[in-house]
């Protein structure tokens, strides 16, 4: 099959009329290259560092708790968090159910508002409340 | 789109859509899921439960068959489900064929060498190969 260039392409993201299920679509797709590249990554990065003795472990803390390594960390969690509820919501489509226009929607939604309170509570607790 | 002359009935049946093959792809990517939303959950739950992030302190818990066996398999299904998932990126988005090789070979490289280090980090930890 030769791609060639001047073949009809489907609709794609200029025609279409956003709302919550489009961007959570996209966002499902954005999330979870986040969490393969980067939260795979820093997990290897964490457990060698681990595995390496107190020297490698002490300059994993260090970048880790630097204000920019924390809102790497924030983003991923959320990332998780979105995926994970974006994720929910694809295994309920995959059994047929959930389709009808303001369920669908409403279902998107609850995803969004579903990862910012869980990541908000979950940094709330490690950053103020943790002992 | 080529497929859909030269496919068996059998084949149109199998599951077998414009990519050549999907069907196992499909669900291995849902049962993965499935098994990353206890895991996943399980990771959290566990570093928020800690003492503390101390060196020693997540060594402790990486020992024990209650750290080490769920983190094992965190780490095989994540890598797994994260292959599963940049593979349709680049069999979305990749349209010349050898570069889709190309990229998806490379992608399975990397999933299979970061997996394979993530494992060996969390057995150096769990059988005390640390300084």
């Known amino acids: ?131 | 789109m080529s497929l859909g002359d030269s496919a068996s009935p059998l084949g149109k049946v199998g599951g077998l859509g414009s990519a050549r093959e999907g069907g196992e792809h499909w669900l291995t990517e849902r049962v993965t899921s499935i098994a990353l939303l206890l895991l996943g959950s399980w990771l959290i739950a566990s570093l928020l439960l800690l003492p503390d992030l101390k060196q020693q302190t997540v060594i402790e818990w990486l020992r024990a068959p209650s750290g080490a066996v769920p983190m094992a398999l965190l780490i095989v299904i994540a890598f797994k489900h994260a292959l599963d998932g940049m593979k349709v990126f680049v069999d979305d988005y990749v349209h010349e064929e050898g570069n889709r090789f190309a990229v998806s070979t490379l992608l399975l490289f990397l999933a299979v060498g970061g997996g394979t280090l993530a494992l060996y980090a969390l057995a150096a930890i769990a059988f005390g190969g640390v300084a």
């Open chain 1, 1 to 131: 099959m030769a791609a060639t260039n001047s073949r009809p392409l489907s609709p794609h993201l200029t025609i279409w009329r956003w709302g919550p299920h489009m961007l959570v679509s996209i966002l499902h797709r954005v999330t979870g290259a986040a969490l393969s590249i980067g939260g795979l990554a820093i997990l290897t990065w964490w457990l060698m560092a681990i595995a390496q003795g107190q020297e490698a472990y002490g300059h994993f803390t260090k970048i880790a708790t630097h204000p920019i390594g924390v809102i790497v960390l924030i983003g991923l969690t959320w990332s998780f968090f979105q995926h994970l509820l974006s994720g929910i919501r694809h295994l309920v489509m995959d059994s047929g159910a959930g389709f009808e226009l303001g369920i669908n929607k409403t279902f998107a939604v609850l995803t969004l508002v579903g990862s910012v309170v869980l990541t908000a509570a979950l940094w709330i607790y490690v950053l103020e409340m943790r002992p």
